[in-house]
Antibody, heavy 123, light 108 residues
């Protein structure tokens, strides 16, 4: 069974930075594109970012573009989200998520989600 | 950006009832790249349907999906206790990917 374990969340002041990690196991991480998706508790889902299997292509939602950076280290089976210039409205549970189909398919369907890590931006 | 509008916002139903959820897109979703998830409190979403009408692995056949273009539907033929949750539609055709606002299916 695929396993995705997020870490790095916490409480941070507005304007500061935080880096989230997602440790992947039980599948060939380097074959799959990966997403970050966030959710304000009790609210809906918001897509944050996507990175291709090899790290060469990256896409961002408008609300985080220019502030957040998605990256990956395939030698460590780990996905990252560097979050800079954090705002109160970035407060959410952040999920990393694996796509359903291996890289060549080019289909970004989210198949499996981690349990999430809470990020709280507050002064 | 494709905006997905789900309706209704909340449904109050009893086990055994049939339920139909709607998801309308602001523009055509290419190749019917439309998925459905449900989410229970304290858990991440779980994939139910993809390609508008294909069931994900392990999803029972009481779940079915239909639609194309801009109008999509998820139907649960007979609600089981474990089906009470929030349901989200999601387009995954191209970035930016978006989710609908969700429909909560609650016990009446």
């Amino acid at each position: 069974q695929v396993q995705l374990v997020e870490s790095g969340g916490g409480v941070v002041q507005p304007g500061r930075s935080l880096r989230l990690s997602c440790a992947a196991s039980r599948f060939t991480f380097s074959n799959y594109d990966m997403h970050w998706v966030r959710q304000v508790p009790g609210k809906g889902l918001e897509w944050v970012a996507l990175i291709s299997y090899d790290g060469t292509s990256k896409y961002y939602g408008d609300s985080v573009k220019g502030r957040f950076t998605i990256s990956r280290d395939n030698s460590k089976d780990t996905l990252y989200l560097q979050m800079n210039s954090l705002r109160v409205e970035d407060t959410a549970v952040y999920y990393c998520a694996k796509v359903a189909f291996a890289a060549a398919a080019g289909i970004e369907l989210i198949q499996f989600w981690g349990q999430g890590t809470q990020v709280t931006v507050s002064s | 950006e494709i905006v997905l509008t789900q309706s209704p916002g909340t449904l109050s139903l009893s086990p055994g009832e049939r339920v139909t959820l709607s998801c309308r897109a602001s523009q055509t979703i290419r190749s019917n790249y439309l998925a459905w998830y449900h989410q229970k409190p304290g858990q991440p979403p779980r994939l139910l349907m993809y390609g508008a009408s294909s069931r994900a692995t392990g999803i029972p056949d009481r779940f079915s999906g239909s639609g194309s273009g801009t109008d999509f539907t998820l139907t649960i033929s007979r609600l089981e206790p474990e089906d009470f949750a929030v349901y989200y539609c999601h387009h995954y055709g191209s970035a930016p990917f978006t989710f609908g606002g969700g429909t909560k299916v609650e016990i009446k």
